[in-house]
């Protein structure tokens, strides 16, 4: 077991980079940067909010555990539209002026380093501010030159990688995803099957930066990448951040569980109108997020336990792409279930989000415990980091847990084990 | 700790008896009437269709405990009104006249007993049937009278009882419920802070028959009644059925905890057109209830720990009597949360549910797991069967438990513990 | 102008005559035969329960027009399923065996005529009880002889017919359906412009039997059509009900612009399980019925009057097959509308509806009313009946009417003219 | 009937008094002082934004009627707080700062005159900029002394008086009402059925200051205040300003009546957390908006003429006072509604709207339109007006119409009407 004296001091500067710089990094930097300065809260992020029983009390987890502070976090990133984060963030209206104001300048230097660009795999947007090579080779070694630049040009000790770039169009692991080697060559050959995110992922991982992807794309969830990870001794983890309508599910889902409700049917839609929703309005996009969202439910219910309950549920999620709501998300949920002798009853869920202010604490929940786990020594895929992602990736061979509090339970046990604590309750 | 060799056999009938036979109680039985012709499923009901881990592997509830099975129920109970279970279920509509018409005769050889009723614990009712008697404590004696003849009669080895009467007016604990000695002084001098659902429970207890109480009334919440318990080692538990708003509540509010999202507002209201909604209809009877549904979102979201986030909550609770729904009861709750910043969001879930078809599954759970308890040798309050209760009753100085999974967690590791396991995980 | 006098008496039996014989017209037909005995009411119909102002008072529609009497009715029709009205009923699940019980002998006796099927037109069915012919000429002649026997059979004085089919794939007007010429000459030729609702239509034109449209199908929306039916001066109508969503659109559209509140959104989804949901599944069905569903907004809010309010309105509509639901569909709408200032307001609709119960009194009306139009000599298109439709057809260069209320209107000002009344006020 | 030119032309200057100035006289007159920069559109306006059929073409109203103009409009008014209307703004956090920012001095420069106020009348409120007299008559000739101050100072050519006060509690129509001689001696002996927007009522009916009442309180709908209005040639209007629920109620039954379809019960519940919430958090004055709002269903379905349709209609109105939404009002209304042969269905309707920003364009038309009918000498209550009003006022012996677009129309035909036109449609 990793004892605490066995984990690296978070001395020096983190570099956070973020391949994708639009609303939510945009959202996600703004609000380190107002909370440094006393001007707003971080709300939704555990590590700042939080707490956890350890040592028989309560305890903050900002205290109890030794994470990189919000001071010590440098922002960079890639993307394929040239504008600085406040240009991005004005564009995307997630936050207003009022919060723009006092982090303007600060916000202003921040300019994203030129995107990996393979236009077939983002069906609906027309990058300007690319990379270009011959082969996707060159494209990894060109942003892995970029990872060192930054971290020597800012002065950084070490770094972390969140994507919070767009869903890429469905893209199934393939032959070459099998190995390392099968992977390199590929990349040398221009494999079709080798993603934008994978390119990152790649780089990431050769530079030992740990990698955590919010969307669904495979990024890093692949047999090469783990091969790659245990070489380099990087964390992992994914995938596609629980924001709204599918973190309500993995809470309700059980609940119906637990009481022994049946369930015929779950119809779920959604309107958004930011960019994600306008790369998501392609079918074949589209298709990526409907696996990750989809499967959710199964793995709740296992209707192959209690198949007079769970059986013939028909589940059907749509995500529909619709401008004049801007970054404000709404989901729309119609559960219908049955109670005693069978009798039907409905459940309504409407949720009137914002996709970037839920995603942005993840982010920086992710960045902070991405490096926890790396200066732990805690390579290869983290588990324990489910609670953040609608499809969490695991170790071989092991079955997602879906479960909101199951798996906050194991998050809060994984984080005591790591401080070297034996017992706790949360 | 208890062992399972200790554990009584569940040998011989089991009466239920039912103090208060409307519409949960009529659904109940017809329930339990159907499945065992196998014509229908007793949905909702964790004792009949649940699983739990143990010994290494997932099991049936029914298979791992030592229950009375469905056989071996014998019903009864007590009504201030004189309609068959048939006829109480024609009038409440709860159930098709499909699931009525195989069990009619059964049902309608199901007569209730007379009933205690003092007028001013009831409001809007007018009961016609009825027990006469000087005192409360003649009352009392009444229906001990009647326990001993109903298992005489129906030749019944053991009783359970399980209230499910409409909500009584609210009456605060007082001198008289302080001790043993002061009820029954109370008793001899008709105290009117003794309410006709403490008569039912006190006869109970002196019978040895294991009292369960599925409304806000206290019934059995007092210390006279758990001094009682002990003299006569009887089980206890209650109180006030969990079943729909309340229920989601203590799923909906975890998880935003979970999550360190913000709430500033809740506001939940219920239509509801059967006799539960016409008796809440009454402001007195109206505040008992309110008092059991706000508590359980400032139990679950500790504001003191999070002042920032739950200090500035407000909740408000209404229930509307509105007759064109009758048994179908609607629930809408309104959220206002916040995240990233402070950001507003908002939810609504409209429960389209139906209150007897989700209290009769508890009904069944309480009588097995109740006799199980007694037989077990668990006396006094059964904190573990808080999973069925919104405003869970504890022994003195515990805080009670709301959230429903940790709830969940507790009564099956509870069971585990009870056959003598000491490890599992659900 | 039409005097009353000129216009025929409802004479004899009116045999009505459905092509398309499912959830619909099953549930038209046992309505009309329970309300005969007295034992359920046509709720929805104006022609049966509604009344008008006329000659200084306000009567009922039944009183004041020389309609047809509900027993005067024959039914008949086609379809391509062999099953008796009775087990077409059972299959739909719209009505309780309560409803079907009472006249199952007449409706197991009627059994629709073979079908016109060419499968192209209606992607998700198979029918098996089908017309076989050479060329779409012979279908049409064959569907003429159905028409005569079954008058002579069931000995009707005249007859009437209302599209009540699926939805078939969208077929854009082309050079065939320019003149009455052209058409037959494609008849002959098997063009794969003209569908299989035009070939019963052009049969029932070419009979004299006055024929309405239910669905999006253009049916009898085309030159050709217009052209026959004067020529056989026969009345036409249509086309696709008007029953859930789009009801409460063109209600609510109306009163946002009486107000001169602007609107930015507008999201309508629809989930629902039947045969007309799972045809809808099939995006070229869908198509069709999308361009008579999305017209509506455009048409009542006039953008190019107020551009400011309505210039950039963005509309959405969908329809999801969401089999749990069966025939109880669920339509949910949101708009984004703002006021003052350009503030943002939201409103949600959710209208658990059922699709057959609010179409099958609007079957029994244009009945009764094309009779009654064919009876006064009215022919051609019937713009006043714009009131029970979607898409209202008109004469043509005239714009459609779509909101509900100024139909209603002139629904009513032209019975009134038809009886000779000059003045009126609803 | 009135000719144009009977008209007196719109010279000079035009004082809009308010009595109560709140949040939405801070919203209105904001609105009005951007709209005449070019700096916001008065959305919601018909005067401004609207259109009307006259000569054969859709005119602008502005344009087609001799209207004053914005910029001839000069604002004051009473309120018991002695906030500047900036203040005022800034504390009912309606508009954004960006909408106060520009006419910041002008908002700042407008301070009400000290306010009647007797707090019997306003459970909630404590006023502390309040006129003091021994008698309520003496109080009216302050009012008077105000208004002539006013128009004097300002250089105002006359004036219009809206009332944007606070709901009164409900306080019956008594015998001091029945005449202006009774009337003037309860002023004097300070009868206690006298309210203090009677008072403001007075005062402007003696000054000949039209007067429109925007919320329940009688104010001007009394028998004294007609005669007393018929005497000095004054126009009157009221009551309630029809805005949120109310507004689609009276747009949803007539449209259920339209088709026939059947209503069995109508549940609304508003929750609101501005000083109106506050206000009508007290049971007395609740009562008085109780009234106004339910009457509205019964007027339009009219259950005598249909029994079988709305005859057992159950409908119930809350108003919750909620905090968290400030003036973000929102309804949400539950229709029980039921269709062939009786058949269910439900129809949730929740509308996110906003108090101030749907009652500020009602204050602007009726302003001008009130001013208008008072130029052309139409004394007495303007049933007219009955669009603008939740409970419309009429002259002795009328019924109110409720629906929306029946006073929508007579609404317009009035104006045609007034400028001599005898026919038109819209």
Chains 1, 2, 3, 4 share one sequence.
């Not at 300007?128 to 070694?141: C, D, N, P, S, Y």
Request: aromatic letters at 8%; hydrophobic letters at 40%.
């Amino acid at each position: 077991m990793t004892r605490p004296n066995s984990i690296r001091p978070p001395e020096g500067r983190l570099a956070v980079l973020l391949p994708g710089m639009g609303a939510i990094s945009s959202t996600f930097i703004t609000g380190v940067l107002l909370a440094r300065k006393g001007l707003g809260l971080p709300v939704g992020s555990l590590t700042q909010m939080g707490t956890l029983h350890a040592g028989g009390r309560s305890i903050r987890m900002d205290e109890y555990l030794p994470l990189a502070r919000m001071e010590q976090l440098v922002f960079g990133g890639w993307d394929i539209f040239p504008d600085s984060v406040y240009e991005t963030a004005l564009h995307a209206k997630v936050l207003e002026p009022e919060h723009l104001g006092p982090v303007r300048e600060e916000l202003e230097a921040i300019r994203p380093m030129k995107g990996v660009f393979h236009p077939q795999y983002v069906k609906r947007l027309h990058g300007t501010h690319v990379k270009t090579g011959a082969t996707k080779a060159e494209l990894v070694e060109q942003v892995r030159a970029d990872i060192r630049a930054f971290l020597r040009d800012k002065g950084c000790a070490r770094a972390v990688a969140i994507w919070c770039g767009s869903t890429e169009t469905y893209v199934a692991a393939a032959q070459v995803h099998a190995s390392r080697r099968a992977f390199e060559a590929g990349l040398r050959k221009n494999d079709p099957s080798i993603t934008n995110s994978q390119l990152y992922a790649w780089a990431c991982l050769q530079e030992g930066v740990p990698f955590a992807n919010g969307s669904p794309n495979l990024a890093v969830d692949f047999p090469a990448a783990a091969e790659l990870a245990r070489h380099h001794e990087v964390a992992l983890a994914g995938k596609d951040f629980k924001t709204g309508q599918t973190l309500m599910k993995t809470v309700i889902a059980p609940a119906l569980k637990a009481r022994m409700l049946g369930v015929r049917g779950w119809f779920s839609t959604n309107i958004l109108g930011n960019r994600d929703g306008e790369v998501l309005d392609d079918p074949e996009s589209f298709r990526a997020k409907e696996i990750t969202k989809r499967g959710v439910l199964e793995d709740i219910l296992q209707s192959s336990d209690s198949p007079a309950l769970y059986g013939e549920l028909f589940h059907k999620v749509r995500i529909e792409y619709y401008p004049p709501r801007g970054d404000a998300k709404e989901g729309w949920d119609n559960i219908d279930l049955f109670g005693w002798l069978g009798y039907p009853m409905q459940m309504k869920i409407d949720f009137l989000c914002r996709d970037s202010i839920l995603a942005a604490p993840l982010v920086l929940d992710l960045a902070l415990l991405m490096d926890l786990a790396q200066r732990a020594g805690r390579i290869g895929t983290q588990d324990w980091l489910g609670f953040y992602f609608k499809s969490p990736m695991t170790e071989p061979g092991r079955t997602p847990e879906q479960d909101l509090f199951v798996q906050e339970r194991r998050l809060k046990d994984s984080l005591r084990a790591l401080m070297g604590e034996t017992t706790g309750a949360d």
